[in-house]
């Protein structure tokens, strides 16, 4: 695989949640990465999984390819914001009505990579249609920084709407010198020989 080719998510990070039905909707009508011909949805109990269903035919069926993992919950949505209801300021103290709602599935794409974003094999394409999902989310923020032909990509979409990002490199725990305070086991004069 060449510079050009190389893709890669290294970090992502995801508090999106939509309708059940909508990301169903979304997917039915969807137009897929290159490599991806379909993506399955399967559900196990309170889990959805969004599988890419590879484009390549010399692939195993038995390698697994990369998935998208949400939970699903039920979330009562109003007609109207009931605090809003409550607050206003009532005339006549008549008995209130009952505001309209129903329980809706959500799917709730929450975590870091290995909990959203699972499985190599078509990973950066995946990674494509969470970012899609994410256009679709009226609620909820997507980061990530990926890497596409060699040039690193900062990737910032919050309710929906895509937004400025930078990629930015800073000192991490890992670069900063031994600290001398940690114990120096090979000069211990409790351990003896």
Known sequence: MSTEDSRHVYRLHSTLELPLEDLRDHID??????????????????????????????VSKYTPTAQLKASVTEVRVYEEDPDERRNSFRWDEEEEEEIESELVEFAAFKGDRETVLQNSLLQYEMFLVLCDIAHQAEKGTL???????????????????????????????????????????????????
């Open 29 to 58: 009508d969807a137009t897929f990465p290159e490599g991806v011909t379909d993506v399955e949805i399967t559900r196990r109990n309170n889990t959805l999984i969004l599988k890419a269903v590879a484009e390549d035919e010399t």
């Open 143 to 193: 980061t990530a920084i990926s890497e596409r032909g060699g040039e690193l990509e900062a990737t910032r979409i919050v309710d929906g709407e895509a937004r400025p990002a930078d990629v930015e490199v800073v000192e991490g725990p890992r670069d900063r010198k031994a600290s001398k305070a940690g114990v120096n086991w090979r000069d211990n004069k409790f351990i003896s020989d």
